[in-house]
Nanobody, 124 residues
Framework: QVHLVESGGGLVQAGGSLRLSCAAS????????MGWFRQAPGKEREFVAA????????YYADSAKGRFTISRDNAKNTVYLQMNSLVPEDTAVYYC?????????????????WGQGTQVTVSS
């Protein structure tokens, strides 16, 4: 099992940037593909970005492409989400999640491990 703790959320004006971090402990971090998801009030949890266990491949939702960058440091057991050019529609609770699969997926139910979430609020 892996335990995940997110940090880095906050309030930012439209056009600003935030960097989310997710620190992992427990099992071997490099065994897990890692994803970032978000959930806005009244909406379903949605995929934002994912990175393969080796860090060699990354995947993004259309809404994140060109603005967000996912990365990981396996030596530090941490995955990051750099978010630039934020817009009010990015306001949500952001979750990191881990999956022990060969193929990276964008489906929340495929991820067995979740952090508690960090709030991101973008003001207009």
């Amino acid at each position: 099992q892996v335990h995940l703790v997110e940090s880095g959320g906050g309030l930012v004006q439209a056009g600003g940037s935030l960097r989310l971090s997710c620190a992992a402990s427990g099992d071997t971090f490099s065994m897990y593909n890692m994803g970032w998801f978000r959930q806005a009030p009244g909406k379903e949890r949605e995929f934002v970005a994912a990175i393969k266990r080796s860090g060699g491949s990354t995947y993004y939702a259309d809404s994140a492409k060109g603005r967000f960058t996912i990365s990981r440091d396996n030596a530090k057991n941490t995955v990051y989400l750099q978010m630039n050019s934020l817009v009010p529609e990015d306001t949500a609770v952001y979750y990191c999640a881990g999956q022990n699969r060969v193929v990276v997926t964008a489906v929340p139910r495929d991820y067995a491990y979740w952090g508690q979430g960090t709030q991101v609020t973008v003001s207009s």
